[in-house]
């Protein structure tokens, strides 16, 4: 939870822009609001974390002209008015809660995205700092105990199925944690696999996934244990674009959410795999590779062009750069990435738990650890 200077801070803010622009009403002209932009950049910050964007000199200008324009300013000041609402009354609200306060007029929640979004960026803050959040999808099992809003969870307890991050990382303190290191898992079918394999009762590890692309309160969480238990953090992706895009998301951040990307990425994160090399090295079986599609194709081709990739991850750049005509997968894919099916699959997954304790040691030595 943000503390009340922080709600204060936010609320002046609030306060500032409401005032500038009933000046420009006042003045007979149209509302503006100028929302900062964001580009990639290839410089480092001075904290801890890795920043791959930068703020533009130019700023989008939004105006009461065309549907498109108004429609977006009308979501942002009723957005805005909720956010007020919430921090003068030290309460929070899911993104899906924004949208049914007044689903009328916003019509869609893609439109209360952008206008959490644009609301962040123009005031400078962190979206927990506007007492709204978005649900979590992620999963943690392994050794780990934490004390979520005076409640204690027992994550050992959990090794065989799972248990929800909290939505809310504000309010979670560590309590205990044996564990060596942590593994993070694209999909939730490879996290079950592991729980079913026992993974975690034989190694000293948190095992983490995001079930496809990470949303906030799974990234947040995973950076809130990395600068709590120093630990190191593997990376278990798919071997094509997507994966490594995903993988590059919880590193850098998005561009969508730029403003908060130092705040959520883990820049120590290494890339455990799978790699096709693995293929053979491993014994993995044919009927785990799959052709590149185009929309595969043209991710790579997207990835290749981010220079901060090049420079900051040399190593994932020439992996991309390289990628052959098929791919590697550990399981029969949805044709959704941000899903998971039920779990039933005619090409069963292969037992790649003694991989990764292979990995997991050899990498140990070589990062001198």
Not at 49 to 55: F, H, I, K, N, T
Request: proline share 5%; charged share 25%; aromatic share 8%.
């Amino acid at each position: 939870m943000a503390d009340l200077s922080t709600a204060q801070k936010i609320l002046k803010r609030i306060q500032d822009l409401v005032r500038e622009l009933l000046q420009d009403i006042a003045r007979g002209s149209l509302p503006v609001i100028s929302i900062d932009r964001f580009i990639p950049c290839d410089s480092l910050t001075d904290g801890d974390g890795l920043s791959v964007y930068e703020r533009c000199e130019s700023q989008e200008r939004i105006a009461l002209k065309g549907r498109t324009s108004t429609q977006r300013i009308v979501a942002f000041m009723r957005v805005l008015l909720i956010v007020q609402g919430l921090l003068q009354q030290e309460k929070h609200a899911s993104k899906r809660d924004v949208y049914y306060m007044d689903p009328r007029l916003f019509g869609d929640q893609v439109i209360v995205d952008q206008a959490i979004n644009d609301i962040c960026t123009k005031l400078k803050c962190a979206r927990s700092s506007i007492h709204v959040f978005s649900a979590s999808k992620g999963l943690v099992m392994g050794c780990l105990q934490y004390i979520d809003q005076g409640r204690l969870v027992d994550c050992s307890r959990h090794r065989l199925s799972g248990f929800p991050i909290p939505t809310l990382t504000d309010g979670v303190t560590l309590a205990m944690s044996e564990a060596e290191y942590i593994l993070l898992v694209e999909k939730e079918t490879v996290f079950q696999r592991l729980a079913n394999d026992g993974y975690c009762m034989k190694n000293r590890c948190i095992v983490i996934t995001g079930r496809g692309y990470p949303d906030v309160p799974t990234r947040s969480f995973l950076r809130l244990l990395v600068n709590a238990l120093h630990l190191p953090v593997y990376g278990l992706v798919d071997a094509d674009p997507y994966g490594l895009d995903i993988l590059c998301t919880y590193r850098f951040g998005s561009l969508a959410m730029a403003y908060d990307a130092e705040a959520l990425a883990t820049p120590s994160i290494r890339w455990l795999g799978v790699f096709l090399s693995d293929v053979r090295f491993h014994g993995i079986p044919v009927r785990c590779l799959l052709p590149l599609r185009e929309n595969d194709k043209r991710k790579a081709e997207a990835m290749l062009k981010r220079q901060y990739l090049k420079i900051h991850a040399p190593l994932w750049w020439l992996l991309c750069h390289s990628q052959p005509r098929r791919k590697l997968v550990p399981r029969v894919p949805s044709t959704r990435r941000n899903t998971e099916p039920s779990g039933n699959s005619s090409a069963p997954l292969p037992n790649i738990m003694p991989a990764i304790q292979k990995v997991h040691s050899e990498r140990k030595k070589s990062y001198g650890e």
